[in-house]
């Protein structure tokens, strides 16, 4: 959307200068500013579960594909193309 990547642009310019915490529910966000911590929360059986990690971490990129059209096919296109 156009929000979406002006929102993209702004965040990756302050990146480098500041420690930037950002909550979402649009996991394609936090694909798109390929950030250095996801702290993903879930809740089950009544209890919030938190998993904390780099995007590439396989339960951290599991839990976002689990919310993101496309799935783990998608994420995995991406981090191909940041390397």
Request: charged share 25%.
């Given at each position: 959307?156009n929000?979406?990547?002006?929102?993209?642009?702004f965040?990756?310019?302050l990146?480098?200068?500041?420690?930037?915490?950002?909550?979402?529910?649009?996991?394609?966000?936090?694909?798109?500013l390929?950030?250095?911590?996801?702290i993903?929360?879930?809740?089950?059986?009544?209890?919030?579960?938190a998993?904390?990690?780099?995007?590439?971490?396989g339960?951290?990129?599991?839990?976002?594909s689990?919310?993101?059209?496309?799935?783990?096919?998608?994420?995995?296109?991406?981090?191909?193309?940041?390397g």
């Amino acid at each position: 959307t156009n929000i979406a990547n002006h929102l993209i642009k702004f965040m990756n310019r302050l990146r480098d200068k500041v420690q930037i915490i950002f909550v979402t529910h649009n996991p394609l966000l936090v694909v798109n500013l390929d950030v250095d911590n996801v702290i993903c929360l879930n809740k089950h059986n009544g209890k919030i579960l938190a998993q904390s990690g780099c995007l590439e971490h396989g339960e951290i990129l599991g839990c976002i594909s689990d919310s993101m059209d496309g799935g783990k096919e998608k994420i995995e296109k991406r981090l191909k193309i940041y390397g």
